[in-house]
């Protein structure tokens, strides 16, 4: 079999070396049209608990790991002079030119063919039996042939830029900053002896308001904001010690998660995507390299298996690859969300809990309990200190309303509340004329974020009317949080997240985090979360 691999990225590379190793008689060719040694950004960051998948496959990484890495455990939140540490977070970072480096002379040593400088389309592939796209996220061959592969993309709002610095993190660390135009977060870890990579974050009207906006982003690859770079190593001096920003390519962008509806074809020629060409996940929870290196073990294992039938491999190969994707693309969505709010986060939280609202964003109290014991216990810790209970035992005064604890009972209509003493508080989806007494607004959450614009309208309105509290339900888990977090944060107004499927552990989090005051559901549900107390 004759292969083509389009794009010398660590996936094609490693794709490369698995299917010569699988087959020594399959001639593999890799075309990438940048030179051996090019390589923009800085760094690329394993999971621990991803990465027993890949040694098993071929040991190149973990040797690369071994010799070149760092390695750590603990998050690092630094906000407002503070630094709040999370145990149980075990990765490892390296250089990526070291990288592509390693990964180019073992795919060299197994016999494949890797030929830089060489800018290839389909129409230059036609003596190929398979052509592999891992020409990255701009991928030509996905675009010729998008109307039958179904691509798909949404572009978060959040600006972001890459650098590196001089200045060694210790691990995996988080540090903001409040500057004259707005609040500013670095994603900051070590990827060799003196190396650390540095990601900086904002929303729009902040990146706007600093006047970072002028370089134009439309240049060929190469320049580098350097007005952005003076900008953020003056915000940021406390944070690294005075120590320089590199760059490398660095210009701002917004992040774009691709989704594609099918990752390969068969006809006129047989096409497959591999990794940033078929599927992105923000970086903030997935790895683009970690996931193109796993698509590269399942194709390679998809073709050995079915070495006679190309389609069945192809099939095979999607099948097997794209739920661990999505799993990873439906947990990025909330943490990217994260990264487009956190400067009112930043504004409304003490540390503490900023870090745990944080770190909950894609994993629940008891789950983030087995992976970092001690970070948990203090955060439950600080709550009882200021309340004196547990978070769903804690009572909250609404004025008119005394309730004995975060926990409401919802009637079977969903149009009636019952908690504390009193008669049951009306819930309401308009604002009742006359409404002399005490009442709530009722809003249901959209099913989609294309439905968050107008929801955020009602709520203003319902806001605006002065209920005693608003009630979110519906729509799904991640809109419904938006909507209470919205209640609390920019109208000031208690919250109460209603959803009959929620368990205790999510009841939990949902009030430590800060994201609502109050969770509610029917009888049964609350029962249940009274048998699990």
Same mark, same amino acid.
């Given at each position: 079999?004759?292969?083509?691999?389009?794009?010398?990225?660590?996936?094609?590379?490693?794709?490369?070396?698995?299917?010569?190793?699988?087959?020594?008689?399959?001639?593999?060719?890799?075309?990438?049209?940048?030179?051996?040694?090019?390589?923009?950004?800085?760094?690329?960051?394993?999971?621990?608990?991803?990465?027993?998948?890949?040694?098993?496959?071929?040991?190149?990484?973990?040797?690369?790991?071994?010799?070149?890495?760092?390695?750590?455990?603990?998050?690092?939140?630094?906000?407002?002079?503070?630094?709040?540490?999370?145990?149980?977070?075990?990765?490892?970072?390296?250089?990526?030119?070291?990288?592509?480096?390693?990964?180019?002379?073992?795919?060299?040593? *197994?016999?494949?063919?890797?030929?830089?400088?060489?800018?290839?389309?389909?129409?230059?592939?036609?003596?190929?039996?398979?052509?592999?796209?891992?020409?990255?996220?701009?991928?030509?061959?996905?675009?010729?042939?998008?109307?039958?592969?179904?691509?798909?993309?949404?572009?978060?709002?959040?600006?972001?830029?890459?650098?590196?610095?001089?200045?060694?993190?210790?691990?995996?660390?988080?540090?903001?900053?409040?500057?004259?135009?707005?609040?500013?977060?670095?994603?900051?870890?070590?990827?060799?002896?003196?190396?650390?990579?540095?990601?900086?974050?904002?929303?729009?009207?902040?990146?706007?308001?600093?006047?970072?906006?002028?370089?134009?982003?439309?240049?060929?690859?190469?320049?580098?904001?350097?007005?952005?770079?003076?900008?953020?190593?003056?915000?940021?001096?406390?944070?690294?010690?005075?120590?320089?920003?590199?760059?490398?390519?660095?210009?701002?962008?917004?992040?774009?998660?691709?989704?594609?509806?099918?990752?390969?074809?068969?006809?006129?020629?047989?096409?497959?995507?591999?990794?940033?060409?078929?599927?992105?996940?923000?970086?903030?929870?997935g790895s683009g390299t970690k996931m193109a290196m796993e698509d590269a073990i399942a194709l390679a294992g998809a073709l050995t298996k079915h070495a006679d039938d190309l389609p069945a491999a192809l099939a095979a190969y999607e099948s097997a690859a794209r739920p661990s994707v999505e799993a990873i693309q439906n947990a990025a969505r909330p943490s990217l969300g994260w990264w487009e709010q956190f400067g009112a986060y930043h504004d409304a939280f003490e540390p503490w809990q900023f870090a745990y609202h944080f770190l909950s964003r894609s994993i629940t109290d008891a789950r983030l309990a087995r992976r970092a014991p001690d970070f948990v216990r203090a955060t439950h810790d600080q709550w009882q200190a200021r309340h004196g209970a547990e978070p769903l035992d804690t009572p909250l005064d609404l004025g008119v309303r005394q309730l004995p604890s975060r926990v409401v009972l919802v009637g079977p209509d969903a149009t009636a509340a019952v908690g504390g003493t009193g008669d049951p508080l009306p819930l309401h989806t308009s604002a009742p004329t006359p409404h002399a007494q005490p009442w709530g607004a009722?809003?249901?959450?959209?099913?989609?974020?294309?439905?968050?614009?107008?929801?955020?309208?009602?709520?203003?309105?319902?806001?605006?009317?002065?209920?005693?509290?608003?009630?979110?339900?519906?729509?799904?888990?991640? *809109?419904?949080?938006?909507?209470?977090?919205?209640?609390?944060?920019?109208?000031?107004?208690?919250?109460?997240?209603?959803?009959?499927?929620?368990?205790?552990?999510?009841?939990? *989090?949902?009030?430590?985090?800060?994201?609502?005051?109050?969770?509610?559901?029917?009888?049964?549900?609350?029962?249940?979360?009274?048998?699990?107390?």
């Amino acid at each position: 079999m004759r292969i083509a691999v389009v794009g010398g990225g660590p996936g094609g590379l490693f794709f490369a070396t698995l299917i010569r190793r699988a087959d020594p008689s399959a001639e593999v060719t890799v075309f990438e049209r940048n030179r051996a040694d090019d390589a923009f950004g800085f760094g690329v960051v394993f999971s621990d608990r991803t990465l027993a998948g890949i040694h098993e496959a071929d040991p190149v990484l973990r040797e690369a790991l071994d010799a070149h890495g760092r390695h750590w455990d603990e998050i690092e939140v630094r906000l407002k002079g503070e630094r709040i540490r999370c145990g149980g977070n075990g990765m490892a970072a390296i250089v990526r030119r070291t990288l592509l480096g390693l990964l180019q002379e073992r795919a060299r040593a *197994t016999g494949a063919d890797l030929r830089f400088e060489t800018q290839v389309d389909l129409d230059d592939l036609a003596g190929y039996d398979l052509v592999v796209a891992a020409d990255g996220t701009g991928s030509r061959i996905r675009t010729a042939l998008e109307d039958r592969l179904e691509p798909s993309v949404q572009t978060a709002t959040a600006k972001f830029i890459w650098f590196g610095t001089d200045y060694m993190f210790d691990g995996l660390t988080f540090a903001h900053e409040r500057g004259p135009h707005g609040v500013f977060a670095v994603h900051g870890y070590p990827i060799g002896p003196d190396l650390s990579t540095f990601i900086v974050e904002t929303d729009e009207a902040t990146w706007r308001a600093a006047g970072l906006d002028a370089f134009d982003v439309t240049r060929p690859p190469g320049p580098s904001d350097l007005a952005s770079k003076a900008y953020l190593e003056d915000l940021f001096a406390d944070q690294i010690d005075g120590h320089r920003l590199l760059v490398n390519n660095s210009r701002w962008g917004n992040f774009r998660t691709r989704r594609t509806g099918q990752w390969y074809v068969t006809r006129p020629r047989p096409v497959v995507l591999l990794g940033d060409s078929a599927h992105t996940a923000h970086f903030s929870v997935g790895s683009g390299t970690k996931m193109a290196m796993e698509d590269a073990i399942a194709l390679a294992g998809a073709l050995t298996k079915h070495a006679d039938d190309l389609p069945a491999a192809l099939a095979a190969y999607e099948s097997a690859a794209r739920p661990s994707v999505e799993a990873i693309q439906n947990a990025a969505r909330p943490s990217l969300g994260w990264w487009e709010q956190f400067g009112a986060y930043h504004d409304a939280f003490e540390p503490w809990q900023f870090a745990y609202h944080f770190l909950s964003r894609s994993i629940t109290d008891a789950r983030l309990a087995r992976r970092a014991p001690d970070f948990v216990r203090a955060t439950h810790d600080q709550w009882q200190a200021r309340h004196g209970a547990e978070p769903l035992d804690t009572p909250l005064d609404l004025g008119v309303r005394q309730l004995p604890s975060r926990v409401v009972l919802v009637g079977p209509d969903a149009t009636a509340a019952v908690g504390g003493t009193g008669d049951p508080l009306p819930l309401h989806t308009s604002a009742p004329t006359p409404h002399a007494q005490p009442w709530g607004a009722l809003i249901t959450a959209p099913d989609d974020e294309t439905g968050l614009a107008a929801a955020y309208t009602r709520l203003a309105g319902l806001a605006a009317a002065g209920p005693l509290l608003v009630a979110v339900r519906g729509g799904t888990a991640y *809109t419904r949080a938006l909507l209470t977090e919205r209640t609390r944060l920019h109208h000031t107004l208690p919250a109460l997240l209603v959803d009959d499927h929620l368990d205790r552990d999510r009841a939990i *989090t949902a009030v430590l985090s800060g994201r609502t005051d109050l969770v509610g559901a029917d009888a049964d549900t609350v029962s249940a979360w009274e048998t699990t107390a």
